[in-house]
């Protein structure tokens, strides 16, 4: 009987630690499942955040200063090919194809000169408006001048 009884506690043993390693291996499953989720939100909410100081301009007003500055803080981006901004002033209406700052037109000692059809009066009202591509990536802002 002795032996009986040591067999079943073996044998319940077995079945118990063969049942909390089940579970260990289905928790840590789940969550890899979980953390693998988890890391595609904060990739995604990352690369959000990373254009927040971009789309803050869009659909708000800015005066003509602030859109020079703009053009200076992405100066990097824009010489870079990967961001553009356009603005169209008085001089050139949304008609017009608008002061073009992009990679390949880069020159923002144009917009200081009052005679040039590129200046940009710093005292002007200016709606601006940002584009995203596919990846929702901000790639391009517009200025308009109102």
Not at 80 to 91: L, R
Not at 93 to 115: C, V
Not at 121 to 141: A, I, K, R, S, Y
């Amino acid at each position: 009987m002795d032996n009986s009884l040591k067999g079943l506690i073996l044998a319940a043993g077995v079945v118990i630690t063969c049942i909390v390693v089940g579970l260990g291996f289905y928790i840590s499953r789940e969550a890899k499942n979980t953390s693998s989720g988890g890391i595609s939100q904060i990739t995604r909410m990352n690369g959000e955040y990373q254009d927040i100081n971009k789309t803050m301009y869009d659909g708000i007003k800015v005066s003509g200063r602030e859109v020079v500055e703009a053009i200076k803080k992405y100066e990097t981006e824009i010489k870079g090919g990967v961001f553009s901004i356009v603005v169209y002033t008085g001089m050139r209406n949304i008609a017009s194809s608008g002061i073009l700052f992009q990679s390949n037109q880069y020159n923002i000692e144009r917009i200081k000169e009052k005679k040039s059809e590129y200046y940009i009066n710093p005292d002007g009202n200016f709606l601006g408006e940002t584009f995203l591509d596919q990846n929702g990536v901000v790639t391009m802002m517009t200025f308009v001048q109102q």
